[in-house]
Nanobody, 122 residues
């Protein structure tokens, strides 16, 4: 079983950047497809970005396309989310998740971190 811990969230002005990290423990993330999701108050959990086990393919949600990028370092056992040109609507709790296969469906993910808050002020 893999444990996931997100970090890097915080308060940033609109137009700014943040880099989120998701550190894994217990197992190497090389055996998992990984994704980022976010959830704003009163809204459903939303797919943000995903990456396959080897990192050969990445997937970006429509609402963040062109601004966010996902990457992974299997050597560091860490997943990253680079967020640029942040907007107030990006304000949410951001979660990383791991699964045996890639999917954009949050319900299919087996392992989750506790989340990190990102707040974008306008």
């Amino acid at each position: 079983q893999v444990q996931l811990v997100e970090s890097g969230g915080g308060l940033v002005e609109a137009g700014g950047s943040l880099r989120l990290s998701c550190a894994a423990a217990g197992r190497t993330i090389s055996g998992y497809a990984m994704s980022w999701f976010r959830q704003a108050p009163g809204k459903e959990r939303e797919f943000v970005a995903g990456i396959t086990k080897g990192g050969g393919s990445t997937f970006i949600g429509v609402s963040v396309e062109g601004r966010f990028a996902i990457s992974r370092s299997n050597a560091e056992n860490t997943l990253y989310l680079q967020m640029n040109s942040l907007r107030s609507e990006d304000t949410a709790v951001y979660y990383c998740a791991a699964n045996d296969y890639y999917t954009a469906n949050a319900a299919e993910y087996a392992y989750w971190g506790q989340g990190t808050q990102v707040t974008v002020s306008s």
